[in-house]
């Protein structure tokens, strides 16, 4: 199982990024992928989950309305659009996949039994 994260950077606030999260040695459609992360000094923690099948999707609060997270299981691809972004957005980003298949997706990070290598935001003006 390979999970390689991309399109981290700097932005400014108020701007928008979007991450991908290419997957492979899987079959990625009957798994529900989520997206954490983790700032300087503190624990990881989740930002979104999409079902197997995309149908259902479920955010933290703090990210709710401004990110949308989606796949493509065509490209074996995930996504996290970032909107508004805000410093405080500013962490390491980790895709993960869920350890059981075809399931809604849970925000709980020991469900998760693969991780990418994560990928930096940074958000300062």
């Known amino acids: 199982v390979q999970l390689v994260e991309s399109g981290g950077g700097l932005a400014q606030p108020g701007g928008s990024l979007r991450l991908a999260c290419t997957a492979s040695?899987?079959?990625?459609?009957?798994?529900?992928m989520g997206w954490f992360r983790q700032a300087p000094g503190k624990e990881r923690e989740f930002v979104a989950v999409?079902?197997?099948?995309?149908?259902?999707?479920y955010y933290a609060d703090s990210v709710k309305g401004r990110f949308t997270i989606s796949r493509d299981n065509a490209k074996n691809t995930l996504y996290l659009q970032m909107n508004s972004l805000k410093p405080e957005d500013t962490a390491l980003y980790y895709c993960a996949k869920d350890g059981a298949p075809v399931r809604v997706g849970t925000k709980k990070l020991s469900e998760f039994d693969y991780w990418g290598q994560g990928i930096q935001v940074t958000v300062s003006s």
């Open positions: 999409v079902s197997w099948s995309g149908g259902s999707t």
């Open positions: 040695g899987f079959t990625f459609s009957v798994y529900a």
